[in-house]
């Protein structure tokens, strides 16, 4: 993967950037993103934010090496303090990393967001708590899509700031676009998901005593809705 060959999950993620965005793509690690989207004339500035030296300096590499310096700016900075006011950022992008740290992310750095932006959000893992912080914080999901790269799932989530909207726990669990569109790869995530916390379930039930009560209550009220909803997938494909 490289700038000019991103890989899917990332051309699905770039595909959600609106036309003439001011993007500030958090945690963008070699930048590739942003360099991208400019090279393909679909941003018109950006801001790369990156906490840590090494991929800081890759992704001033990058845009060096595409003669973009201009045009993206390359911040070391924890999270959106990497957003200034004079940015007029439009799109905020976080990929790559758990849903619980980019929700700490979006709540820690709440002030840096006028609420206008649109929130391109790819999580690895911890979708449940991140919708729950945008259902909390006033933001509607406007799109979802789940694909799968090199043997793992991948979720991505576009939300903006609209009238609030709530979601039913299981919509925050399973994603409520993804609940409604059902497609073939999300029943095989949630079959193959299934298999696996009734195997841990199982596990539990022989250690009861060395797991928390609460743990496997969550866990079977999981496999309940896992169940319940593929059962409901099947009897509507018949």
């Known amino acids: 993967m490289n700038e000019r060959a991103l890989s899917m999950r990332l051309e699905r993620v770039a595909a959600h950037v609106p036309a003439g965005a001011r993007l500030a793509d958090i945690g963008s690690d070699h930048c590739y993103l942003p360099v991208a989207l400019m090279n393909r004339g679909v941003i018109t500035a950006a801001v790369a934010g990156e ?32 957003i200034e006011p004079g940015d007029g950022i439009t799109a905020v992008s976080l990929c790559g990393m758990g849903g619980e740290r980019i929700r700490d992310i979006l709540d820690s750095g709440k002030a840096r967001l006028s609420g206008a932006e649109r929130l ?92 928390p009560e609460a743990k496997v209550q969550e866990l079977a009220q999981q496999v309940r809705w896992i169940g319940e909803m593929l059962a409901g997938h099947e009897e509507r494909a018949q």
Not at 62 to 70: A, I, K, M, P
């Open 51 to 82: 906490v840590a030296l090494t991929p800081f300096y890759a992704a001033e590499r990058t845009v060096r090496e595409n003669d973009l310096s201009e045009r993206i700016t390359v911040r070391l900075a924890d999270g959106l303090a990497a």
């Open 120 to 211: 391109i959000l790819q999580p690895n893992g911890g979708e449940q708590p991140l919708r729950q912080w945008l259902m909390d914080n006033g933001y509607c999901i406007l799109c979802e899509e789940l694909l799968r790269e090199n043997r793992f799932y991948y979720e991505i989530i576009v939300a903006e700031r609209r009238p609030p909207v709530l979601y039913s726990a299981e919509a925050l669990y399973f994603g409520p676009l993804q609940l409604q569109q059902r497609s073939p790869v999300f029943i095989a995530k949630w079959q193959r998901l299934l298999r696996l916390k009734q195997r841990t379930l199982a596990d539990f039930a022989q250690a009861r005593r060395a797991v």
